[in-house]
Each structure stands twice: as C-alpha cells, then as structure tokens.
C-alpha cells in the first residue's frame, strides 16, 4: 500500500469511504459484512476512514465506532469525519454538532476533520458563523488533527475560499474523476489546489460506480483493448487515474463489498497504469461524455423529495436505458419506469433536490424529459 505523511499522520493512497456500505435484505447496515471489510482494510494497508454525519441516514459514524473504533487501536487509523455545515446557523450550533459527533464515532479526536459541502450556497452561511475560525481553535485544542474542506462549487469560489483561508486550511476534498475532469469542473478545481499547493483528497473517483461498468459501449471498447492483455478492470482504470495526478493524497472509494475491497487493494499494490492505459481513458472519457444523458452520481442528497420521487434510481435507470439504446430484448422499459413510483408528474417544483445536488443537475426539468422519453417508449411497446 502507498501512503501520504501528514505530519504526525499516515494516510493510505486509498481511502475506505463509508458513503455506500453493504446492506442487508432490510436495507439496513450490515454490521457483520462491514465489520469484515473494515478488518481486511486494516490487515491490508488501509488507514484512512472517511465518514459524514448524513451519510446512511446519520448511521455510519455509528458504524465506524462499533466497526473501527471499539475493534482496533487508535494509532492504527486515520478517521476522516465532516461538518454538516447545512445543519449549522450558530456559532453554538457548530460546536453542538462538533461534540455529537465525536461520541457517535467514539473519539476524542478527529485525524482529519472537514467543513462538508461548501458550496455557493452554504458559504455565505459559513462565513457569517465564523465556522473556520471555531474549527482552528477546535484544532488547537487538540481534538481536530488536520483540517480542511470538502467542496462541490465553481472555481471562482475554490479560488476565494483558499485565497481567504490558505494559511488554516490544510487540504482540500474535491471530486475527480476520468469523466468529469473535462465534463464539469474537475480539472480546474484540481489546478487551484495545486496552486495552493494543497494536498488534495478526492472523491467518487470511480462516479458512484458509474464508471465500475461504463454505460457506453464505445467506451468499454477502447478499455478493453488496453486493459485486457494486463487484466486491468473497469475500476483498475478509473482508480489508477486519479491516482496517477499529482498532488492525490487520498483516494476515496466507498466500497460496498468486501470483494470491491480487494480488487481495490490488489490494484494499489501493482504497478499503476502506463501509457497506453491513460491513453485508452481520455478515449473512454470522451465516449461517456457523447453517450451519458445524465452525470448523476447516486450520492442521494436529494432523499429529502416531499413527493418522494427516487430521483437516483430514476436517473439510473434511464442511463441504463441510454446504454442500452433504449431496447431490452428482457423487458419492457416503460414498466421497469412505472414500477419506480412517483415521478415528474407527481413533482410539485419546490426545487429541494436542485440546492442540494452537488453536481448542479436540473433535476425538474430533466425528470420531465425522461418522463416524456418513457412515455413515447410506452407507446411503441418497449
């Protein structure tokens, strides 16, 4: 296994982020599956865990302290946590949140602490509380290692932040990956931070296992032909490229099995890709970006819909329909739509789910347009 030295922390190259954990038949956290996965983690190199206080519906910090924190000794993990900066309108408020979430994961300090979700719509708020400034004094007290920041937002307000906070913000977390690095903002948000000269910690590298299986055929093509002769796999590809930028302290992938997990740790202990390899994603990079209909990353920041829209599953379900040509000699798309539940048609427009998506989709008028997509699918039979 590789690592980043951060001072008096050693954070592995690849990071285990419990965003996606496994599930069991009740759609809860598997304990016993976890548990296994994060014992194999240790065993194996693996020191960086990586929380937040909504993923799995405010359960997985829970997780980390029943898997991790009570089952292995302190000094022998990085534990990576975020302030739910959303949820924070007082300086109290940060300091509350703070605190619960120390005793949810069981610690008394954080390795890694972040600021979650900066963004142009949260970093007003930020500013007003004086959220940095409360963490610094968090972090001389000892109770916060390194801190830093999580953002999905443009590269003006990148650009701000550290501008502003340079000299206190010790590194930054932004998403990277082969698809996005021209096809939103990646690359320019990555340039800032080498800038700044921060280490940077990314995050859906393998784009919520899009990229685990591309949904082009075309980019699958050009994967295969160099990947198959080195036995290279879709998430080899997607995981070695970022891994390759320069300035990638910590890779991210939220792992949900424990075979993920070892395909995942085998591929950080070879070799990395060469050139051919690279060469084969920029071609697979610009088929996804022909192919995709909708960038969509499954993160599920938009649960909250009152009408209780599965917008995720909606969305995924019609990439794969895209993939597919819109044709399943299996079964009928439009039903396999229908059976999702309420839709476009049940939207009331409070535009909840478009704050909150990091990747800035028009998630109103997209659901429409796949709604009057299925619609003329309904009408031909498919």
């Known amino acids: 296994m590789k690592y980043t030295e951060f001072n008096e922390s050693k954070a592995s190259r690849l990071g285990f982020g419990t965003m996606r954990l496994p599930m069991d038949a009740e759609g809860k956290i598997d304990y016993e599956a976890g548990k296994e996965m994060v014992d194999y983690a240790i065993a194996n190199g693996i020191t960086y865990f990586d929380t937040a206080y909504k993923y799995h519906a405010g359960e997985s910090e829970i997780f980390c302290r029943e898997a991790l924190v009570k089952r292995h000794p302190r000094e022998s993990f990085c534990l990576a946590d975020k302030l739910p900066t959303w949820l924070c309108h007082s300086p109290e408020e940060v300091t509350a949140k703070f605190e619960e979430q120390l005793g949810k994961c069981g610690v ?3 390795d890694f602490y972040l600021l979650h979700n900066v963004d142009e719509e949260t970093w007003p708020n930020l500013c007003e509380q004086n959220m940095v400034d409360i963490l610094v004094k968090e972090r001389e007290a000892g109770r916060i290692r390194h801190l830093g920041l999580s953002v999905h ?9 550290l501008g502003k906070h ?4 010790e590194f930054v977390q932004i998403q990277v990956n082969y698809m996005d690095w021209e096809y939103i903002n990646a690359k320019e948000l990555y340039a800032i931070c080498r800038e700044y000269n921060k280490p940077i910690i990314v995050m859906e590298p393998i784009r919520g296992g899009m990229l685990a299986n591309p949904l082009s055929e075309n980019a699958r093509k050009a994967l295969d032909a160099a990947g198959k002769e080195d036995g290279l796999t879709y ?4 995981l070695g490229y970022v891994d390759q930028l320069e300035g990638v302290a910590v890779t991210l992938s939220g792992m949900s099995s424990l075979q993920q997990m070892k395909e995942n740790i085998d591929f950080y202990n070879g070799e990395g890709l060469g050139e051919k390899h690279l060469a084969a994603v920029a071609e697979a990079a610009e088929a996804l970006q022909n192919d995709l209909f909708v960038p969509c ?3 599920n920041y938009c649960f909250e819909c009152p009408a209780e829209i599965q917008i995720p599953k909606i969305f995924s379900t019609y990439n794969d329909a895209a993939a597919s040509g819109f044709h399943s000699v299996w079964s009928v798309l439009s039903d396999k739509y229908r059976d999702l539940g309420p839709n476009a048609n049940n939207c009331i427009g409070c535009g909840n789910c478009e704050s909150h998506c990091p990747q800035k989709i028009q998630i109103i008028d997209m659901l429409k347009k796949i709604d009057d997509k299925y619609e003329e699918m309904r009408k031909i039979g498919e």
């Open 108 to 110: 008394d300090y954080f």
């Open 153 to 161: 937002c443009e590269p003006e307000l990148l650009r701000e932040i």
């Open 166 to 169: 340079s000299d206190v913000l």
């Open 235 to 238: 998430p080899d590809f997607a």
């Open 297 to 299: 990353t499954g993160c």
